[in-house]
């Protein structure tokens, strides 16, 4: 595996001579059960069941600070019946909502009537799209602009997605070429897509080779996360956001890996306080991360711990076999793994970080037909290789940090 090797080296002929001998890990599988603390050191409230009312109705606004490309990340349970949070941000007189078959007939009616109630000189179109990670590519990237270019829509218009990190993805790169970029919002309704994949201006679809190979960085004008959206998410979507969340402990901030160490629990039964805490800090992380390097040439480069085994499973694979957090989820564990093995990390965070991910439900083992020539293969066309070395993400040293390797040996990031 010499690609992978340059990545995980300073010294490459001798990290070569580890990889030949390393083998992907097959962890076990199993449940563990944890009791959920009552309060949480990190966030001062009380949990509280679903069936509470006594959720805010004023949003937490986390801001993505980058000048004059800076936006509002709003976070809150109802927020889709407060129209003004949408209205504000919408510019031109053309709306194209862009959402797919299974959040359509659950939400596209309620934001379609938060874009116009009171607005009357609004038009709002829609294109409803297949649902699934393999219709993340150029043909349905295409159906986006057929619409637009049909409802007589021009560079004045905005841009709405609906829907998951497929729909986020698709809809803000077609808000980035169309004509030569337009205004973008993002209504994230998944727990990946609220965490992670609606922050940060990561746009793009998918090439038959790999993964987000085709994209850029287009970031939009806000974000609207309701809470509520997550009720109707099923579990095995529900469950695949948290690889995310999780991830953004192992790598900037250890207090908050611990505080889901004593809330898994809750956060798997949805209760609303620990998710929208979750979801909040992700993004608080990520807008820090991002507002120090958008464009990824240093520091954001430590949110894609997993990743590149992740895509190199979900690419191998088929794209909707694995969902994205699953073999994110199994990624993390490789890197875990693969750093504990080059003497980075102690065995107590192999440890923390299995029985984490096997609470939130999510897979500890590879594909059963995964090899690591499927893994090399992949990994080869992997959007991270730069001047022929693969930046590979592993961790190092305590909790919260971690470390990046590339063509210039490895850099520390605290």
């Not at 407060?82 to 007189?93: A, F, N, S, T």
């Not at 939009?220 to 402990?249: H, M, W, Y």
């Not at 608080?284 to 520091?299: H, N, Y």
Request: proline content about 5%.
């Amino acid at each position: 595996m010499a690609m992978v090797a340059s990545a995980v080296a300073s010294s490459s002929m001798s990290h070569l001579r580890f990889l030949h001998s390393y083998t992907f890990p097959r962890f076990e599988s199993g449940q563990v059960q944890l009791k959920v603390a009552a309060t949480a050191k990190v966030v001062m409230y009380q949990m509280i069941p679903p069936s509470s009312s006594a959720a805010p109705l004023i949003p937490t606004t986390v801001d993505v600070n980058l000048g004059d490309r800076s936006y509002p990340v709003y976070i809150g349970t109802g927020l889709l019946d407060h129209p003004h949070l949408l209205q504000r941000h919408i510019k031109g007189k053309g709306v194209l909502v862009v959402t797919n078959t299974k959040v359509a007939p659950l939400y596209l009616d309620k934001v379609i009537h938060a874009l116009i109630v009171g607005n009357p000189n609004v038009s709002v179109e829609s294109i409803i799209l297949p649902d699934g990670e393999q219709y993340k590519n150029m043909d349905t990237l295409m159906k986006v602009y057929d619409k637009a270019i049909e409802s007589h829509l021009d560079r004045h218009c905005t841009f709405v997605a609906l829907g998951g990190g497929v729909m986020g993805d698709i809809c803000g790169y077609a808000a980035a070429s169309f004509p030569h970029g337009v205004n973008f919002i993002q209504i994230p309704t998944t727990v990946m897509a609220q965490a992670d994949s609606s922050v940060g201006g990561k746009t793009g679809v998918n090439h038959r080779l790999g993964k987000n190979l085709i994209g850029t960085i287009y970031q939009p004008q806000s974000v609207l996360i309701d809470t509520d959206t997550l009720n109707t998410l099923p579990e095995r979507e529900f469950a695949s956001g948290f690889a995310e969340i999780i991830k953004c402990g192992l790598v900037a901030d250890a207090e908050f890996f611990a505080w889901q160490e004593r809330n898994m629990d809750a956060l798997m039964a949805r209760y609303p306080d620990a998710l929208a805490y979750a979801i909040k800090r992700s993004c608080e992380i990520k807008a820090e991360i991002v507002c120090q390097d958008e464009m990824e040439s240093g520091l954001r480069a430590i949110l894609n711990l997993g990743h590149t085994f992740g895509h190199a499973i979900e690419t191998s694979c088929g794209y909707g076999e694995w969902l994205h957090g699953e073999a994110v989820a199994v990624g993390t564990l490789i890197a875990v793994d693969m750093s504990y093995r080059l003497g980075w990390i102690d065995n107590s965070v192999v440890e923390r970080a299995n029985k984490i991910i096997k609470q939130a439900k999510l897979p500890t083992r590879p594909p059963a037909n995964m090899t690591a020539e499927m893994f090399k293969s992949a990994m080869a066309l992997d959007k991270k290789v730069a001047d022929g070395v693969l930046r590979l993400v592993l961790l190092k040293g305590p909790l919260g940090n971690c470390v990046f390797t590339g063509s210039g040996g490895h850099t520390g990031v605290p």
